[in-house]
């Protein structure tokens, strides 16, 4: 019996592994573990026909101790981005996405950065890509994704001394405290320490963030996916609304599959209807869940031309700047700061 795709891959990426350490690669050159990767990615673009990079950070890597503002979606990834495009000519690209979310205003960025050299992005979904990474997606002419992947809600995550709460439901928390004490004031002491440690401006924060994912989504499917169409005002308004409601999905990780866009008019492919192009996708994901799992690595942004830039846990070195295209282990790069922007992170259900 054949083995399982992702037992096989192993297999095969463990025997490069092997070969590395026979003979290990020059300072600054590929080894046989990273061309193994980039050939996967390769046989993505020889099914396509189109440019493929990576975007992936380890958010469904079990066991793994990684901080979880490393994992986001930040301004930092823009490095990461303009690394693994330099070289690639326009109109064409494809993007393949695995990541919790992070910070709206950073995924606006990186579309910006995107659509200033591209006209046709589409997006590539094998596993997750939640919140923020969602609105991401939501900028591309198309989607591709497996069956068993999952986008998610785009509603804004508040900071608040105790922790992260849904800006939806901070906005119904105080509309419940408005009405109760308008009808009983003694109610005051029962309400106090749950509305105090919410803070003066949070109610007007939440509101804006709840406009701005909506605004975001709405721009960017009207101006890319429904480019033309003249129902495309109604259709992505409807679609930012489905995506930005808190007391739809009730939980900000709740799965949304392609049969819920496809109700949606959103544009999305099933990659298993091409069965050449979900045997590349799977493995070349395959490879990538591999390397996440299993090495220092906690992001990485990469294409088949040996471009990569590749973030990873803090090693006892001196921090080092990272070599394009190095065989790891790479030399740590400095992760970027936590931002005190509304955080749009999709917990893993």
């Not at 590539?124 to 919140?131: G, L, R, T, V």
């Not at 992947?149 to 509309?175: C, H, V, W, Y």
């Not at 890319?224 to 609304?241: C, E, L, R, V």
Request: proline share 9%.
């Amino acid at each position: 019996m054949p083995k399982a795709t992702w037992n096989r891959i192993l297999d095969e990426f463990n025997l490069a592994q092997i070969k590395d350490q026979q003979d290990p690669p020059r300072p600054g050159q590929p080894g046989q573990a990273d061309r193994y990767r980039r050939l996967k990615i390769a046989a993505v673009e020889q099914v396509t026909k189109r440019p493929l990079i990576i975007y992936a950070s380890a958010c469904t890597s079990p066991g793994k101790s990684v901080p979880p503002e490393w994992l986001m979606i930040d301004f930092s990834d823009k490095v990461g981005f303009k690394t693994v495009t330099d070289n690639i000519e326009a109109p064409n690209l494809d993007v393949m996405v695995h990541s919790p979310g992070g910070i709206a205003d950073a995924a606006e960025s990186i579309v910006h950065q995107l659509r200033a050299k591209f006209t046709s992005v589409r997006f590539i979904i094998p596993m997750f890509a939640k919140s923020a990474a969602t609105m991401l997606v939501m900028s591309g002419d198309e989607i591709l994704m497996d069956r068993d992947a999952e986008l998610g809600p785009i509603d804004p995550q508040m900071r608040t001394q105790n922790g992260f709460s849904p800006a939806e439901a901070i906005l119904e928390q105080f509309k419940k405290a408005q009405e109760e004490l308008k009808k009983d004031p003694s109610k005051i002491q029962s309400w106090l320490p749950i509305l105090a440690p919410l803070g003066p401006s949070l109610l007007v924060d939440s509101q804006h963030a709840i406009e701005l994912s909506k605004e975001m989504v709405k721009q960017w499917t009207q101006r890319y996916m429904f480019a033309g169409d003249p129902q495309a005002d109604m259709k992505s308004t409807k679609i930012s609304k489905f995506l930005s409601d808190h007391s739809t999905f009730k939980s900000h990780s709740r799965a949304i599959k392609i049969p819920d866009l496809l109700s949606y008019g959103i544009k999305v492919t099933d990659i298993r209807s091409n069965p050449a192009l979900y045997k590349a996708i799977d493995e070349l994901y395959c490879c990538i869940d591999i390397l996440l799992a299993n090495s220092p690595v906690y992001k990485i942004f990469e294409n088949s031309a040996d471009d990569a830039l590749i973030r990873q846990m803090p090693m006892p070195i001196q921090p080092q700047l990272i070599l394009q295209g190095a065989q790891l282990p790479l030399p740590m790069s400095l992760p970027a700061q936590p931002s005190d922007a509304p955080d749009r992170r999709g917990v893993p259900g």
